[in-house]
């Protein structure tokens, strides 16, 4: 059925089949009575001038976008807006009196997912894996919560460097690049880990980029991952005891934060947080 009252909103990469963002922001948008319909767009690299083109010409309210176009997208904008900025990556695509406007909601989403599961980040150690456009909203979130240090770990180890030289040299004595050798003795040491790679999703679901004695019961394991639910990451921290959380509630809060820019309102999602996340977990068994 078409809603020819109600504006467009799309989730924009490639691939794009598999995204969950349809169904959580359709849900969303039907809780709240929005005036949306959203859809998944498949657009290859080529195609994204043509894209943000209809952007301009008003045939879409806003795009989420996801890889691998979250920093391709950014010249194409009129403006990039805190924390996108600092970031130097988009998830969200607002339009703004025929302006572009670019933000990043991953970060906020990372940092409510973390509250949500009363995983504290304030002055606390953490071994963060990954240097990836993730990383680096996850390493925002992090300096925001003031945590006390991160021990940057990359399998390329020069990719986290660069990541660390991005940061404004006030922020930068916190985060320490480490080598991808020393994570098993650091994670020892933390209180968080948290996997920004994309070790444990599909074709690598058998492995994890930590040995099972890196873990202990005294520390949180964060994956960013969320299909499958549970890595071997996960499995690997929850027998020692240790706290996990996985990627969906972190794609569920950067959606929020999306939604409440399209729609300038506050959306209060608690009493549909288990039915979403139930909703999204069936999804990805599919
Ligand atoms: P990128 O492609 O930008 O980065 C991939 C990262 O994974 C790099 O650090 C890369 O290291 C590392 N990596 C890949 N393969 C290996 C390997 N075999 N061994 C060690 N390291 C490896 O991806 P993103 O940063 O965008 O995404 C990373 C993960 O975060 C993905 O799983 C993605 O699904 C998830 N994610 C979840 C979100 C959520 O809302 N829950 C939001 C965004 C991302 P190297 O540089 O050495 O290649």
Redesign the pocket.
């Known amino acids: 059925m078409t809603h020819p009252h109600r504006q467009k909103l799309a989730v924009i990469g490639d691939p794009i089949s598999h995204s969950l963002s349809p169904l959580l922001q359709n849900h969303l948008i039907a809780h709240f009575a929005l005036p949306f319909v959203y859809e998944a767009v498949h657009v290859r690299a080529r195609d994204l001038p043509a894209l943000v083109a209809r952007l301009r010409r008003g045939e879409l309210a806003g795009v989420n976008v996801t ?1 691998p176009h ?1 920093q391709a997208i950014i010249p194409l904008l009129d403006k990039v807006v805190y924390p996108a900025d600092r970031i130097g990556a988009v998830n969200t695509v607002c339009v703004m009196s025929g302006k572009l406007i670019g933000h990043n909601t ?1 970060a906020v ?1 990372f940092e409510h997912s973390c509250a949500k599961a009363n995983i504290a980040l304030s002055n606390k150690e953490i071994l963060l ?7 680096k ?1 996850v390493v925002f979130a992090l300096l925001a919560k003031q945590a006390r240090t991160i021990y940057l770990c ?3 180890r020069e ?1 986290a460097e660069h990541l660390r030289e991005s940061l404004p040299e006030a922020e930068r004595g916190r985060v320490q690049v480490v080598s ?1 050798e020393e994570r098993a003795a650091i994670a020892q040491t933390v209180e968080v880990v948290i996997n ?6 599909h074709a ?1 679901q058998t ?1 994890s ?1 930590l040995p099972a004695t890196a873990f202990h019961q005294n520390m949180a394991a964060i994956d ?3 299909n499958p639910a549970e890595t071997l990451f996960l499995r690997q921290a929850k027998s020692t005891g240790a706290a996990t959380l996985n ?2 509630p ?2 569920i809060y ?1 959606g929020v934060a999306a939604l409440e820019l399209w729609s300038g309102r506050r959306l209060e999602i608690e009493e549909l947080y288990v039915d979403l996340k139930i909703r999204m977990r069936a999804a990805l068994r599919g």
Not at 129 to 135: E, I, N, S
Not at 196 to 201: N, Q
Request: hydrophobic share 45%; proline share 3%.
């Open positions: 890889i979250k991953d989403g894996l990954g240097a990836g456009g993730a990383a909203a990359n399998r390329k990719r991808w920004a790679t994309s070790v444990g999703m690598t492995e980029p960013l991952i969320y990627g969906l972190m794609l950067q």
